[in-house]
């Protein structure tokens, strides 16, 4: 059972590697003995995560890659492909947020988080997927990181995070009806509130707190209780799942409609 659920030797890519959920994506599939493509804008970052990858006995590369921008995503796919050989695995994490009131945002603030979180994991998804259908053995997982908060609404001032990431959650469904044919798996993680350095000022703000607190676990979560919803996904455990987008929040969604 346990070889059903390992990464040993797969190829995979983790975006928004630098900080945040997606170092600990990383980390988790090297320490599962996956080969990691760490990809990123802060590249000194992930030198310095493969490093670290690197003395725990995992094997990591770093890849400087901006995810909103269609060259540099065909550049840093291809320099993935040279390095590890091919894709197995995609983590699409790459995300950003601008919080604050809706009649204060402008295009530029439109752009900016739809060209990350939606834009560039369509991009990136793209082009992984024609390598993954062009390898010799064709098939692979892609894995996007939505939120829980696309599913319904939520008192934060963040209306383009809460489109992109709708938005993201019937891309992986429309991806993974078309991939099916070629043996690539399009599933999603909708993580609810987790604390990282993304979201943890917020979290200690009188909002934050309230939010928590009708969390019905009554907490934020861990950034290593969404390992198991990765490696099921990263897996061949999850080989008869896609389009399916898991929920990862504490019971969150279960009073957030």
Same mark, same amino acid.
């Given at each position: 059972?346990?070889?059903?659920?390992?990464?040993?030797?797969?190829?995979?890519?983790?975006?928004?590697?630098?900080?945040?959920?997606?170092?600990?994506?990383?980390?988790?599939?090297?320490?599962?003995?996956?080969?990691?493509?760490?990809?990123?804008?802060?590249?000194?970052?992930?030198?310095?995560?493969?490093?670290?990858?690197?003395?725990?006995?995992?094997?990591?590369?770093?890849?400087?890659?901006?995810?909103?921008?269609?060259?540099?995503?065909?550049?840093?796919?291809?320099?993935?492909?040279?390095?590890?050989?091919?894709?197995?695995?995609?983590?699409?994490?790459?995300?950003?947020?601008?919080?604050? *009131?809706?009649?204060?945002?402008?295009?530029?603030?439109?752009?900016?988080?739809?060209?990350?979180?939606?834009?560039?994991?369509?991009?990136?998804?793209?082009?992984?997927?024609?390598?993954?259908?062009?390898?010799?053995?064709?098939?692979?997982?892609?894995?996007?990181?939505?939120?829980?908060?696309?599913?319904?609404?939520?008192?934060?001032?963040? *209306?383009?995070?809460?489109?992109?990431?709708?938005?993201?959650?019937?891309?992986?469904?429309?991806?993974?009806?078309?991939?099916?044919?070629?043996?690539?798996?399009?599933?999603?993680?909708?993580?609810?509130?987790?604390?990282?350095?993304?979201?943890?000022?917020?979290?200690?703000?009188?909002?934050?707190?309230?939010?928590?607190?009708?969390? *019905?676990?009554?907490?934020?979560?861990? *950034?290593?209780?969404?390992?198991?919803?990765?490696?099921?996904?990263?897996?061949?455990?999850?080989?008869?799942?896609?389009?399916?987008?898991?929920?990862?929040?504490?019971?969150?969604?279960?009073?957030?409609?």
């Amino acid at each position: 059972m346990k070889e059903r659920f390992g990464v040993r030797g797969k190829r995979a890519i983790v975006t928004g590697a630098s900080s945040g959920l997606g170092r600990r994506f990383a980390i988790t599939l090297a320490g599962e003995g996956a080969r990691v493509a760490l990809v990123a804008r802060r590249v000194e970052r992930l030198e310095a995560l493969a490093r670290e990858i690197g003395a725990a006995g995992g094997e990591a590369v770093a890849i400087g890659m901006d995810v909103s921008d269609g060259a540099s995503v065909r550049n840093g796919i291809a320099r993935v492909v040279e390095r590890l050989g091919g894709i197995d695995v995609l983590v699409n994490n790459a995300g950003i947020v601008i919080h604050k *009131p809706l009649l204060e945002h402008d295009e530029a603030d439109w752009d900016a988080v739809t060209g990350v979180n939606l834009r560039g994991a369509y991009l990136v998804a793209l082009e992984a997927a024609r390598c993954m259908t062009a390898q010799g053995e064709p098939g692979g997982s892609i894995i996007n990181i939505a939120s829980v908060i696309g599913h319904g609404r939520v008192a934060m001032q963040i *209306p383009e995070y809460m489109a992109a990431k709708g938005g993201l959650v019937q891309l992986t469904r429309a991806m993974g009806a078309e991939l099916a044919r070629h043996s690539v798996r399009v599933n999603a993680i909708a993580p609810g509130y987790i604390e990282t350095d993304f979201n943890r000022e917020f979290l200690r703000t009188e909002q934050g707190a309230r939010l928590v607190r009708g969390i *019905p676990q009554r907490r934020a979560g861990r *950034p290593e209780e969404l390992d198991g919803a990765l490696l099921l996904l990263a897996s061949d455990a999850s080989s008869f799942m896609t389009g399916s987008v898991i929920t990862v929040d504490g019971g969150h969604a279960c009073t957030s409609v």
